[in-house]
């Protein structure tokens, strides 16, 4: 569930006193997170981004973010879903550990291919992700492939290095997951050689390219290496599309995906689609041919303390990236800024705050700007362009709702972007909004 920003709200007299009670990101924590797997025993951790990957580069020896039982039973599909008809495509169930069952289909995804260890009511929930898929087009992958190689990085090992100038908004992949394992089979069953024989087991069915490339990921962590790909390169992901049922959370993983270093000020923004379980990333500042394509595995906004500390414990490292590595007086210069950034935030999302002005408007635009934020905008620019509106400037009140649209679509898709709709009337009327001239109001 992504942070509201209270776009959706019918135009009605209550719907500006909730603008009382907005928390942007940076003043709290996102309420979407990745729940990691760190060793031994793959228990729980929590992080504070919408969906964090615990993802890493596939080599080992890198600083910077980079890698250096029971009874067997074959349940029955569920008789009571409501699942759409699936293509004969989908194999299984084959070996089973407890409720938990292997099932592939080498057609998945236009023949990509997916293996899962999962139970029989959410094979159904992987039919209607599907089914989706088959309604949705996406660019060939070839296209996208062209604009990225794979090559040594200094200090790093492998990384993605970008073959061509890109603007924001270029994509660079699309992909779904390869393997995807149920929460519950990691976490809730007791270590065992029948665990660890099935998860070998589900490996040999992945398509021979795609096993190549799961293969082919190195792990951090050490012990068996399907579990200690997962645990340093995996996503969690609930195939219930409202994220409600606790039963259908799983943990995916994406080969190509785990290529990507980190860096505390990324150039790529990655979202993953809830209903097509597709991981999409897309660059967010304009890059030159030559440089590393990276991605942030922490919360960018929070003080570099934090940041640090979440990837020792998470990761065994602490970030080395050129924001880390900034000297001490312009690391606590970020820091302030953040908290004032969180500051201001706040400021706009009372309505009764009376020093909001379009300066402070002004001031927030360049602040993120110099701290580098660009895979955080679409909070900050979808406050702005409200705020402009509550103060009558609808020329920047629509800037500001285009920009939000666009920073909307690269950080959340389409599908997983409640204020779509509400920015684009916001933008296309602003003085019909409910916002109109709100604060100017307020203050009569």
Known sequence: MKPSYLLSLAPCACALEHLVTYQSPLSQNSGS????????????????????????????????????????????????????????????????????????NH?????????????APNLDRLRAVEHALNKTKSSPPSSLEQSFTLAEVKGKGLGLLATRPLTRSSPIMAKTPA?????????????????????DKAASYLPPTLQKEFWSQMGHFGGHKILDIMATNSFQMNLDPKGQDQSAHHYGN????????????????????KTTLRHTTTVVRPVKEGEEL????????????ERQSRAKMAWGFEC?????????????????????????????????????TPKLLERLVEMYEEDRLQTKLASPYTLIALNYNMLGEDKMATKYARLAYEALIIEH????????????????????????????????
């Open 107 to 119: 057609g998945f995804a236009n023949g990509r291919g997916i293996v899962a260890i999962t139970t």
């Open 320 to 356: 080395s990236c050129q924001q880390c590595a900034l000297p001490f007086p312009l690391v606590k210069k970020s820091d302030e800024r953040l908290e004032e950034i969180a500051m201001m935030e706040k400021k706009l999302s009372d309505i009764y705050d009376k020093e909001v």
């Open 254 to 273: 994406y080969p190509e995906v785990s290529r990507f270093n980190h860096d505390c000020r990324p150039n790529v923004a990655f979202y993953i689609d």
């Open 294 to 305: 990276t991605i942030s595995y922490l919360d960018v906004t929070r003080p570099r303390m």
């Open 179 to 199: 393997l995807l394992i149920h929460r519950s089979f990691l976490e809730g069953l007791p270590p065992s050689s029948e665990q660890q024989s099935l998860l």
């Open 33 to 104: 997170c990745l729940w990691r797997l760190p060793p031994p025993q793959l228990a729980c951790g929590l992080d504070e981004l919408d969906i964090t990957p615990s993802s890493r580069a596939a080599e080992g020896g890198k600083e910077n973010g980079n890698q250096t039982g029971g009874s067997r039973q074959i349940p029955s599909s569920s008789k009571t879903s409501s699942a759409l008809p699936s293509p004969p495509k989908w194999e299984g169930p084959k070996e089973c550990l407890q409720q938990f069952c292997i099932y592939y």
């Open 413 to 444: 898709g389409e599908t997983d972007a409640g204020d779509l709709e509400a920015m684009l009337g916001l933008e296309k009327d602003p003085r019909g909004h409910f916002t109109w001239r709100a604060r100017l109001k307020m203050r009569k």
